[in-house]
């Protein structure tokens, strides 16, 4: 079992950043793929970003060049560096863990997720 526990969130205005942190207990993270996902107010959860086992990162088109995702293996944590944040990245952020990246949501372990909230 791994318990995904996801931190970092907070308010920020426009064009600030956050680092929001994934950190796991019960297995070690290294043999995972980590994925970030988000979910707005009415909105679906849409994959944003994932780091696969052996270290390659994927990014969804609405945050390439914006967000970065990498990974601590000491600490047991993935994290995603988002910068030049705006309003429409206002959502609730979650990792989640399995073998592979997938854009879908059928991630065996989930996170619980943090509020990001992007506002002046």
């Known amino acids: 079992q791994v318990q995904l526990v996801e931190s970092g969130g907070g308010l920020v205005q426009p064009g600030g950043s956050l680092r929001l942190s994934c950190t796991a207990s019960?297995?070690?993270?290294?043999?995972?793929?980590v994925g970030w996902f988000r979910q707005a107010p009415g909105k679906l959860r849409e994959g944003v970003s994932c780091l696969s086992a052996d270290g390659r990162p994927y990014y969804a088109d609405s945050v390439n060049s914006r967000f970065t995702v990498s990974r601590d293996k000491a600490k047991n944590t993935v994290y995603l560096q988002m910068d030049s944040l705006h309003p429409g990245d206002t959502a609730v952020y979650y990792c989640?863990?399995?073998?592979?990246?997938?854009?879908?949501?059928?991630?065996?372990?989930w996170g619980h997720g943090t509020q990001v909230t992007v506002s002046s």
């Open positions: 019960g297995s070690s993270l290294d043999a995972y793929a």
């Open positions: 989640a863990a399995d073998v592979q990246c997938i854009w879908g949501p059928t991630w065996e372990y």
